[in-house]
């Protein structure tokens, strides 16, 4: 499905009067969606969703956050998550991921977190998002990334970025990775969930459900060379089927297969 299709009448570039106009062209052409201008009466009249630099980020905007502030990659640390690299690998996640894996492919990338988290642990990770939009906002994050100090002290690059169905793209992977993380889009428990992060709700509003994470799994399982690891809401059944172990964490859990 091209970009055009995915976000026809859902999303827009603005371009709020501040700096060279070229990216925000160069970034609706890239997305196929239409410039417009904060200037121009009646702007926000056409589209849900906005994308457009602020605060030397690209961030995305629904009408209420256009004049609260938008929503970017926070690279960051999570509360909660050690801001030392590498930081130790507890928790569930990293005992989900095993303790011989060196070497990681995120399939879901979504807004990055689990991503920025794995990548902080030590792990060498290459990420794969499908979404355009997500993608563009990956890319503006990772290279944010790459200018802070720590980063740059220690010599490190920030994790490697495909945009593009990741059921395609794992099939062409140079080097068979130890584990594919998988974190699909699940349908809500209950149609409206006052617990549902606004960036997830926006997300969800965006680009719907992952109808196809069956064929996701199934392709991740071919991919890996060791394990697949996926996360999933505590109410969702296992998506491969009886998973090798599980690992509980707060109102979700990790499911691992291990490749036979």
């Known amino acids: 499905m091209t970009a055009a299709h995915l976000y026809t009448g859902k999303l827009a570039v603005l371009y709020e009067n501040h700096g060279d106009p070229l ?5 609706a052409e ?31 905007f629904d009408h209420e956050l256009l004049k609260k502030g938008g929503m970017m990659v926070e690279i960051e640390p999570r ?6 690299w590498p930081a130790p690998k507890d928790g569930a996640l990293a005992k989900a991921l095993g303790r011989k894996t060196k070497t990681v492919v995120d399939a879901t990338t979504g807004w990055g977190q689990d991503s920025l988290h794995i990548f902080r642990m030590g792990y060498e990770l290459l990420c794969i998002e499908r979404s355009p939009l997500m993608a563009a906002l990956l890319a503006d994050g990772f290279k944010r990334l790459a200018q802070q100090d720590w980063l740059l002290r220690l010599q490190l690059q920030p994790p490697g970025l495909l945009s593009g169905n990741a059921i395609v793209l794992l099939e062409t992977l140079a080097v068979q990775p130890d584990c594919i993380y998988l974190d699909p889009m699940f349908p809500p428990k209950r149609k409206k969930s006052a617990l549902a992060k606004k960036s997830m709700m926006i997300l969800h509003d965006l680009l719907g459900d992952d109808d196809d994470k069956e064929q996701l799994f199934a392709a991740a399982l071919r991919a890996t060379g060791k394990r697949v690891v996926v996360k999933s809401p505590d109410y969702a059944e296992p998506l491969g089927g009886k998973p090798s172990e599980s690992f509980q964490g707060k109102l979700l859990r990790y499911d691992v297969y291990l490749k036979g």
Do not use: I, M, Y
């Open 30 to 60: 890239q997305l196929d969606v239409p410039l417009r201008n904060s200037s121009v009466t009646g702007f926000d009249q056409h589209e849900a969703f906005f994308l457009s630099w602020r605060d030397g980020c690209l961030k995305l």
């Open 23 to 27: 990216p925000f062209q160069q970034l």
């Open 79 to 84: 509360q909660g998550e050690q801001r030392s």
